[in-house]
């Protein structure tokens, strides 16, 4: 198993829609998680932490399943802004360093 | 509050010339800094860290190199490009230490470097 696997999309969605994204780790040490935003031909940046089971901030959800080893992030009222790849983030390899999912790349379409 | 700068934003390079490019974080001390490199539709990986003034360490074996003056100043090199060091670089930081909440990286703009 890759350290960190993503489904690449791209996912299309109306406005309004809800929408999930699913990642696996395979490092079952890991115990913290992030999903960051990556808009086209831009920095990532911080959408949500996971420490425990899940993070809830507005719209958007984040779920930890330890013992199938994966993460999830659900969009609730999808907006076009929303629209940019999301990528999967796990701790590995000691120290602070991370290692990045591809990306899964979501279209908010009117 | 806490910022990170990169420059040149975009770089056009011939193969064969040497590369600088220069990372800076302001508003903490003693950050972790990485050097990241995406290229075209692919995931970041990770080049560079380090957890002090002249402390790096290196993650994949390549032409380039990476050196910390200073504690908030990380910069990446090279002596002689090649074409496969195209790509979008990115340095990031993160809160010294290790352990739960420290992991957190933020991301500088980057550079986009074409090496034709």
């Known amino acids: 198993r890759k350290e960190v696997e993503q489904d690449p999309g791209p996912f299309n969605v109306p406005e309004g829609a809800t929408v999930a994204f699913n990642c696996t780790y395979s490092?079952?040490?890991?115990?913290?998680f992030f999903w960051y935003r990556q808009d086209c031909r831009k920095e990532p940046k911080l959408l949500m932490s996971?420490?425990?089971s899940g993070n809830e901030d507005g719209r958007f959800t984040a779920q930890l399943n330890r013992a199938s080893q994966y993460i999830s992030l659900l969009i609730r009222d999808s907006k076009l802004s929303d629209s940019a790849t999301y990528l999967c983030v796990v701790p590995t390899g000691g120290g602070n360093k991370l290692t990045f999912g591809t990306g899964t790349q979501l279209k908010v379409e009117l | 509050s806490q910022t990170i700068h990169q420059w040149p934003a975009t770089l056009v390079q011939p193969v064969g010339s040497p590369l600088s490019l220069e990372c800076t974080v302001e508003?903490?001390?003693?950050?972790?800094l990485y050097w990241y490199r995406q290229a075209a539709g692919r995931g970041l990986q990770l080049l560079f860290y380090s957890v002090g003034i002249g402390q790096i360490s290196s993650e994949v074996p390549q032409n380039l190199s990476a050196s910390r003056p200073q504690d908030r100043q990380f910069i990446l090199s090279s002596k002689k490009l090649l074409l496969s060091d195209s790509g979008f670089y990115l340095c990031?930081?993160?809160?010294w230490g290790v352990g739960e909440g420290r992991e957190t990286q933020y991301f500088g703009p980057g550079t986009r470097l074409l090496v034709l």
């Open positions: 508003g903490t001390s003693n950050p972790n």
């Open positions: 490092n079952s040490a890991s115990q913290s």
């Open positions: 996971v420490y425990s």
């Open positions: 990031a930081w993160s809160v």
